[in-house]
């Protein structure tokens, strides 16, 4: 593992663009870099995006303003749209692009084959959350890791002194509630994944909890997994001390006012904390909150704001993250309602300010539980001590007019009233970056002797050099304005071009001069070939799709042993499932508590197979799992994260790639399986018939499919155990609910998704109905496919035997699919469902 000191140094400023608008709002409001999507493969595809046709010209107009530009590819890939993928990395290397963001280990193996120097980022839905995980994707030819969401500032000082690898944090928008690349909501419910750029949002919909089976009563929360959005401006100086390369802002869904505004809140964050002489981090630990600009954060917040917070930056706090009473856009909080008031023969709401507000700004009274009796509009009207104003300031006592269509019958006094909108602040952001556009500064260096053709040298700080040669000779001046600032006023005129005249170093002899029209003749030359510098492109190979898949077959080596193996949260479990015929077991006590003597007490019974599993994510310090875990001599170690991939712990104990490594193509199922694998599991993305494909092949008698289990939908660092049934921040002071209590949450539709805390009290919701691969076991068995596995959650002792009993004859084929499904119906419960093995018609 590579490893160095944290150093300082000036992070870039990364904004988002879902389309030419927001893309020429980042450049001007000074960006360093822009990171974008093309049309497919990419995690944000409901934004416009851009086209492989003109993406030359983007990358070259990027340039030119000294910026970076970052295509994402960052979804997972199934093996039929490999031969697009290929195709889209060769555009991109054509192009120039500085980088591309990848999550599917086989598309970085793919981009690494095509194009050995085009820069590639880890995706933070790669789920990089140690630095295993990072030297992993070291290996995978990466250059830069973006860090997932969860991480604390220590978190990262931990992993930062580990690697040398450049690293990326999320500072500014939207945060998911699950951890990226793991949430399996969209996909479960909908067929619409996450991992393909399709999120439905199922965290911003109403949920209510269910403890020990009673409906609990939470007042006015009803959004329990929609977190408050990111803001860390105020902890650049932390990362700038750490040596994070890169600050991201989200938002590839946002307008240009957006993007303006947020991209000027971190260069201006970045400016402050690369002038303040400490660099010293744990100084700074502790200290209050200050910010760097709090108009310009006030604007970004505005912009788009669930409310706002350092999420997991300033470390876990379960009651701060997730307020629940919004889902979507409140902008600033500005007053409190103090009911409604009727003022000649109109009714008004009534405020205490806390902001300013104007004629024309847009207010939202919030409501009660799931939005109900929320009012919201546009204001028509300001009174202040009856008298009619355009504007009031924060402490005035106001009466809002909404306009005759918003009825505020429904205002309750001690609701609070937020800015939706503020159109003379969205104008003023894009006007003052159209007014005074970030440019690249050039430094220009003159040399000659008289008599001779002048040599004009130009560079920028971002590597672009022109070199030309003046069409005059150098002459002795006569008299007039010293030539220095004839120079300099001439070379100076850069008018609507993308830079700035900086320093101008001359060589010249004391008394020379040059005609002004060839100065302007030069100061054009120098442009154009400034320009025609910002156009470059990556060298790509003859290898591709084909190359690589003829070469992707597991070495020659003995697949494992077949059979049903299950993944038991109990010993009780495990027992059942083994009285039933399994052919092994798993342990997956998810608060590791009584792992060994669980697995001693299996071994004594006599089981063949007793395998262990560790959490699905792992954190600094938390490799002592791992370790503890091989030391329990189990028969297997299920591997869920890049970290234990790439350590490769417990050493002669064969080892299984989880579902969560993501697997859904042959390039990347032979990514895992170079990495001492016996087997893996195939990705829950796959639909019935992407996974028969990429079971049709050499790949099958390593693949160990699950054939039964409640989807795991959330999995999220958030618990919302801790947040709902006490007033604790972490596990140090919740006092543990979640070892009393058994709960849920239900939706909108009355099903109730268990919800199970693990060691790192990480919550994972489960779906209410299991999802069955029935209907594709025997194709999978003609394949070749060898095991096949069940995952259980709360099931009892006869349920595990029924499951399991009804399994064993599907494999053996005594029953087919549909009396699988009936046999399994029969008791009630919400049965057995498609989920996203079904498959969508297009």
């Known amino acids: 593992m590579s490893t160095a000191p944290p150093s300082r140094r000036r992070p870039e400023v990364l904004a988002p663009a879902g389309d030419e608008a927001a893309l020429d709002a980042a450049i001007r409001a000074g960006a360093d ?30 340039h030119e303003r000294g910026a970076r530009g970052y295509v994402t590819l960052n979804t997972l890939v199934f093996d039929d749209e490999l031969p697009s993928v290929e195709a889209a990395a060769r555009a991109c290397a054509a192009a120039g692009v500085d980088a591309v963001i990848v999550q599917d280990l ?54 930062r002194a580990q690697t040398d690898m450049d690293l990326e944090v999320f500072v500014h928008g939207a945060l998911c509630i699950a951890y990226s690349g793991q949430c399996l909501t969209s996909e479960a419910l909908g067929g619409r994944s996450a991992n393909r750029g399709a999120c439905a949002q199922a965290c911003r919909l109403p949920y209510q909890m269910v403890v020990d089976g009673v409906l609990r009563d939470l007042g006015d929360r009803a959004y329990l997994l929609s977190p408050e959005d ?54 700074r ?72 507000v104007a004629r024309g700004e847009g207010v939202l009274l919030e409501g009660g539980f799931g939005g109900e009796g929320e009012i919201g509009g546009r204001i028509w009207g300001v009174l202040r001590s009856g008298e009619d104003v355009e504007r009031a300031d924060a402490g005035d006592e106001v009466l809002l007019w909404l306009g005759p269509d918003v009825s505020l019958a429904g205002a309750r006094e001690g609701r609070r009233v937020w800015k939706t909108s503020d159109p003379a602040r969205e104008k003023a952001v894009l006007a003052e970056v159209d007014r005074a556009p970030h440019r690249l500064r050039v430094d220009v260096r003159v040399t000659g002797q008289l008599g001779e ?42 008018g609507d071009t993308p830079f700035a005249l900086g320093q101008v170093d001359l060589d010249l002899p004391s008394a020379a001069m040059l005609p002004p029209s060839s100065l302007n003749r030069a100061r054009r030359a120098l442009v154009e070939h400034l320009l025609a510098a910002a ?72 089981a063949s197979f007793v395998g262990v599993a560790p959490p699905r994510i792992r954190k600094p310090g938390e490799e002592k799992i791992d370790r503890y875990l091989a030391t329990l001599q189990p028969d297997a170690i299920l591997v ?57 092949g050499p790949f099958a008698p390593f693949a160990e499919v699950v054939v039964h289990h409640p989807m795991p939908l959330f999995h999220m660092e958030h618990c919302v155990i801790a947040a709902l049934l006490s007033e604790g921040k972490d596990h140090r002071d919740c006092g543990r609910p979640c070892e009393r209590h058994q709960i849920a949450l239900r939706d909108r ?91 969508l018609q297009a």
């Open 453 to 494: 053709l002048p040599r004009f040298e130009a560079s920028t700080d971002t590597g672009l050099r022109a070199t030309i040669t003046g069409d005059a000779p150098l002459t002795e001046a006569h008299g007039g304005a010293p030539f220095a600032d004839v120079l300099r006023d001439k070379l100076g005129r850069l």
């Open 749 to 839: 539709t009355g099903m109730d998704h268990p919800v199970e805390a693990d060691v790192g009290c990480r919550n994972t919701v489960f779906h209410a109905a299991a999802q069955s691969a029935a209907g594709v076991v025997q194709v999978a068995q003609q394949s070749g496919a060898r095991r096949f596995r069940i995952e259980l959650v709360r099931e009892g002792r006869e349920e595990v035997g029924r499951i399991v009993s009804t399994y064993r004859k599907l494999l053996k084929g005594t029953i087919g699919a549909a009396e699988l499904r009936r046999t399994l119906r029969t008791e009630g419960g919400y049965g057995v469902v498609a989920g996203s093995l079904r498959v």
């Open 640 to 696: 869920r994260g890049l970290g234990t991939l790439h350590d490769g712990t417990g050493a002669g104990i064969a080892r299984i790639g989880d579902f969560s490594l993501n697997v859904t193509n042959r390039l990347s199922a032979a990514e895992v399986l170079s990495r001492d694998l016996a087997a893996f599991t195939p990705s829950f993305d796959l639909d019935a018939t992407q996974l028969a494909a990429l079971l049709d």
């Open 285 to 356: 630990r502790g200290a209050p909150v200050q910010y760097p600009d709090a108009a310009l954060r006030d604007v970004a917040l505005q912009m788009y704001s669930r409310g706002s917070g350092p999420g997991f930056l300033a470390g876990i706090d379960h009651q701060r993250l997730v307020e629940g009473r919004a889902c979507d856009h409140r902008g600033l909080l500005t007053g409190d309602c103090l009911g409604a008031a009727r003022h000649r023969g109109r009714l008004h709401l009534r405020v205490r300010l806390a902001r300013a």
């Open 33 to 62: 870099a822009v990171y974008f999507g093309l049309q497919g493969f990419n995690a944000r595809a409901r934004a416009k995006n851009f086209d492989t046709d003109g993406l030359a010209r983007t990358l070259a107009r990027l």
């Open 230 to 283: 990111l803001e860390a401006s105020a902890l650049i100086p932390q990362l700038v001390d750490l040596g994070i390369a890169s600050v991201k802002i989200e938002g590839r869904l946002k307008g240009p006012e957006y993007v303006a505004a947020t991209t000027r809140l971190y260069r201006a964050a970045i400016e402050a904390a690369m002038s303040d002489p400490s660099s010293d981090d744990a100084t």
């Open 106 to 159: 086989g598309v970085a193996r793919l981009v690494r084959a095509v194009a050995p120097d085009l820069p590639i980022h880890a995706s933070t839905q790669m789920t990089c959350t140690d630095a295993g995980a990072v030297e992993l994707a070291r290996e995978l030819g990466v250059e830069r890791v973006i860090l997932a969401r969860e991480l604390s500032l220590d978190d990262i000082a931990r992993i």
């Open 535 to 606: 156009r470059r492109a990556w060298t790509t190979t003859t290898r591709g799709v084909a190359d690589l898949l003829d070469a992707a077959r597991p070495a020659d080596r003995a697949p494992p042993p077949a059979g049903l193996f299950v993944l038991c949260r109990s010993l009780a479990q495990a027992e059942a499932a083994l009285d039933a015929g399994a052919d092994g077991v798993y342990l997956d006590l998810l608060e590791l508590t009584g792992t060994g003597p669980a697995v001693r007490a299996l071994r004594t019974r006599g």
